[in-house]
């Protein structure tokens, strides 16, 4: 059974809205009514041997990404990330200074985003680290950007560059060390909460997702959620010099990584067409143009230069393989 199917499984049928809540299951955060403001609610695990592995990074850089990754579910909604409860499960033979550090690399990231910690738990594992961590933001009241809003001709744009995380964690993987800036981008992700908060505040912004599980998956989830179909443009997809160079070199695909690689917590958007036109201000640099909404809901597209169809078997990161 595939990851997604599992959750509909467990979760499908509770409701999407109830008494007090603007937005339940399937998005990157729950919403919940305030008054000026409304409650954004996120949790995402991560697990030794499964999202990391000690060799490949230290307890400092851990903490941080732990908590980097939940704040982007708070950045694709557009929101302010304000609190977060941590919940740690610890084999006994680990060094408690070990767990310090990482508290130090948490609180490092919420300094900057102004989250405090208020709360967690704390047991023994068995079996490898296991971190859980719950995050809580604010945005506008009924202002959130859901993933379901995408419509018919507005253009898709990324934030940054995709494939790098995906990349580190291939040569990682291959027991090869990645270039610093490769490597940043897979052990030390930043969370996009200015880009996020400031796409909310054109109020143009139609759907958002934060990247997690490669581009064309966290962009099928929008389609499904908007019921619409998309055309992305390969040759358009933001890649950096030092990306394609080390792929070619070191013989990755640089587009199957940058179409399908997880983990690159860039933000993935749609708005009308104009709107980078409009926008070529403050963070024009950070978005680029890739694709465009069509009708068919059917149609997951990606065309190459030519205009050609290419063909992908990879649709990207499952947690069970499915
Ligand atoms: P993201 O990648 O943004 O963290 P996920 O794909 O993990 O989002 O989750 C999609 C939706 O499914 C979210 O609303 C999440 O809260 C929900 N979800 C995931 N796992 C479970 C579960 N075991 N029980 C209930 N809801 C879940
Ligand atoms: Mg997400």
């Known amino acids: 059974?595939?990851?997604?199917?599992?959750?509909?499984?467990?979760?499908?049928?509770?409701?999407?809205?109830?008494?007090?809540?603007?937005?339940?299951?399937?998005?990157?955060?729950?919403?919940?009514?305030?008054?000026?403001?409304?409650?954004l609610v996120t949790t995402d695990a991560i697990v030794e041997g499964i999202h990391f592995d000690l060799s490949?990074?230290?307890?400092?850089?851990?903490?941080?990404?732990?908590?980097?990754?939940?704040?982007?579910?708070?950045?694709?909604?557009?929101?302010?990330?304000?609190?977060?409860?941590?919940?740690?499960?610890?084999?006994s033979e680990y060094n408690p200074h070990g767990m310090i550090e990482f508290y130090r690399g948490m609180k490092d990231v919420a300094k900057v985003y102004n989250a405090v910690m208020i709360g967690g738990d704390t047991t023994a594992s068995k079996s490898g680290l296991w971190i859980s961590?719950?995050?809580?933001?604010?945005?506008?009241?009924?202002?959130?950007?859901?993933?379901?809003?995408?419509?018919?001709?507005?253009?898709?744009?990324?934030?940054?560059?995709?494939?790098?995380?995906?990349?580190?964690?291939?040569?990682?993987?291959?027991?090869?060390?990645?270039?610093?800036?490769?490597?940043?981008?897979?052990?030390?992700p930043s969370p996009k909460v200015e880009l996020g908060k400031w796409l909310l505040s054109t109020g143009l912004v139609t759907s958002m997702i934060d990247i997690s599980d490669?581009?064309?998956?966290?962009?099928?989830?929008?389609?499904?959620?908007?019921?619409?179909?998309?055309?992305?443009?390969?040759?358009?997809?933001?890649?950096?010099?030092?990306f394609i160079r080390t792929c070619d070199e070191m013989g990755f695909d640089p587009f199957r990584l940058s179409l399908s690689g997880g983990e690159d917590y860039e933000l993935l958007f749609t708005a009308p067409q104009n709107f980078s036109r409009d926008f070529a201000g403050a963070f024009c640099k950070e978005i680029r143009e890739i694709g465009k909404i069509v009708e068919d809901k059917n149609t997951r597209t990606v065309l190459g230069r030519d205009g050609k169809i290419l063909e992908f078997s990879v649709g990207g990161f499952d947690h069970f393989g499915g």
Request: proline share 4%.
């Open 214 to 242: 490669g581009l064309l998956q966290d962009l099928g989830h929008i389609a499904s959620r908007s019921g619409v179909g998309f055309e992305i443009w390969a040759g358009d997809i933001p890649q950096t010099a030092q």
């Open 56 to 91: 490949w990074t230290d307890f400092y850089l851990l903490g941080r990404k732990a908590l980097s990754v939940n704040l982007s579910d708070i950045a694709a909604m557009g929101g302010a990330p304000r609190f977060y409860l941590a919940t740690i499960s610890v084999p």
């Open 133 to 188: 961590i719950t995050a809580i933001g604010q945005s506008p009241h009924g202002k959130a950007i859901t993933r379901g809003g995408a419509r018919v001709g507005d253009s898709i744009f990324v934030s940054g560059s995709l494939g790098d995380a995906a990349l580190a964690l291939g040569i990682l993987k291959n027991g090869q060390e990645p270039e610093g800036g490769i490597k940043e981008k897979f052990l030390n």
């Open 1 to 39: 059974m595939k990851e997604f199917d599992l959750i509909d499984a467990l979760a499908g049928s509770e409701p999407l809205f109830a008494n007090g809540l603007a937005l339940g299951i399937g998005d990157d955060c729950a919403v919940i009514d305030g008054d000026d403001l409304d409650w």
